[in-house]
């Protein structure tokens, strides 16, 4: 199957900073790829949707200038936490599509653990 | 999007077939019934997808009630690694195409 790698797996930060979760589609091109958040015990909640070369699209209660989202290339989306608060500390996760056909599958990065302090 | 109602946990055991429901009432002609599962600590899995017919694949059985208002995920023979989160998501064919997770049921398999 296809497979989706994210970097870091885990990362520690102080509270103010910001940091970049990078999601990588490594043997497909993908043309939309989706942001998750998850905590402890509760389900995975859609952040955003992002395609190549366009903005992304937030879902409601998402802030855009907080959760910053690149998708420069077929390849590669980007997620910037910006001024990282002890709330914000989660799971994230990405997923990627290969194509526009309907049946296509989201391929899951293994995500990353965000802690800020 | 249309929701989907799972139990809240199941157990099983070991080399023993596991069926895990999912009631999907509002399913409208344009949605896919998707199953993912998620291991602990890590990103969710595709398991299985269908429309209207049963489907099978390495992985599991997806059987899909004639009116499409529930379907099971047939686990043959359960091992340990099959223990997850299980969750049961309808995705329309058309627009955004996105996964709306639910709470999903948690599959514990006793050895």
């Known amino acids: 199957g296809a497979v989706v790698s994210q970097h870091p797996s885990r990362v520690i930060c102080k509270s103010g900073t910001s940091v970049k979760i990078e999601c990588r589609s490594l043997d497909f091109q993908a043309t939309t790829m989706f942001w998750y958040r998850q905590f402890p015990k509760q389900s995975l909640m859609l952040m955003a949707t992002?395609?190549?070369?366009?903005?992304?699209?937030?879902e409601q209660g998402v802030e855009k200038d907080k959760f910053l989202i690149n998708h420069a290339s077929l390849t590669l989306s980007t997620l910037t936490v910006t001024s990282a608060h002890p709330e914000d500390s989660s799971f994230y996760i990405c997923?990627?599509?290969?194509?526009?056909?309907?049946?296509?599958?989201?391929?899951f990065g293994p995500g990353t653990r965000l802690l800020v302090l | 999007d249309a929701k989907t109602t799972q139990p809240n946990s199941m157990e099983s055991n070991e080399e023993e077939p596991v069926h895990l429901p999912c009631n999907h009432s509002?399913?409208?002609?344009?949605?896919?019934i998707h199953w993912y599962r998620q291991l602990p600590s890590q990103g969710p899995e595709y398991v299985i997808h269908?429309?209207?017919s049963n489907v099978n694949n390495r992985m599991a059985s997806l059987a899909i009630a004639e009116d499409r208002k529930s379907s099971t995920l047939i686990l043959h023979r359960a091992t340990l690694r099959d223990a997850a989160v299980y969750y049961c998501i309808l995705r329309r064919i058309q627009g955004a195409q996105k996964l709306v997770f639910g709470q999903g049921t948690r599959l514990t398999i006793n050895p």
């Open positions: 509002t399913i409208s002609g344009t949605d896919y």
């Open positions: 997923s990627a599509r290969a194509t526009q056909r309907d049946w296509e599958t989201q391929y």
């Open positions: 269908g429309l209207t």
């Open positions: 992002s395609n190549e070369g366009s903005k992304a699209t937030y």
